[in-house]
Nanobody
């Protein structure tokens, strides 16, 4: 059972930056696709960014391309989401997620149903 725990959320003014962290208990001998999702009140959970733990392609939602960067610490498998030039519409609870172990990435960012493991979420609030 993989456990995930996010941190780093908070409140910031539009144009500011935040860095989210996700500590994981992923097995170092396995590979996973990991992702960041967000959910605003009254809206469905949407994918923001994703990557494969073994490296390779990264995937971003159009709304965050050029502003958000997904990365990881390969030693500890800690996940990061650097968020720059934040906008009020980025306000949401942000979740990190991981698929079951797989040999290659999904080929896309994927949807929430394709991810097996989830953190509890961290709130990001951007004021105008």
């Amino acid at each position: 059972q993989v456990q995930l725990m996010e941190s780093g959320g908070g409140s910031v003014q539009a144009g500011g930056s935040l860095r989210l962290f996700c500590d994981t208990s992923m097995y170092s001998y396995a590979t996973y696709q990991t992702g960041w999702f967000r959910q605003a009140p009254g809206k469905e959970r949407e994918g923001v960014a994703a990557r494969f733990t073994a490296g390779g392609s990264t995937y971003y939602a159009d709304s965050v391309k050029g502003r958000f960067t997904i990365s990881q610490d390969t030693v500890k498998v800690t996940l990061y989401l650097q968020m720059d030039n934040l906008r009020p519409e980025d306000t949401a609870v942000y979740f990190c997620a991981a698929t079951r172990p797989r040999v290659r990435d999904l080929g896309t960012l994927g949807n929430a149903s394709q991810y097996e493991y989830w953190g509890q979420g961290t709130q990001v609030t951007v004021s105008s």
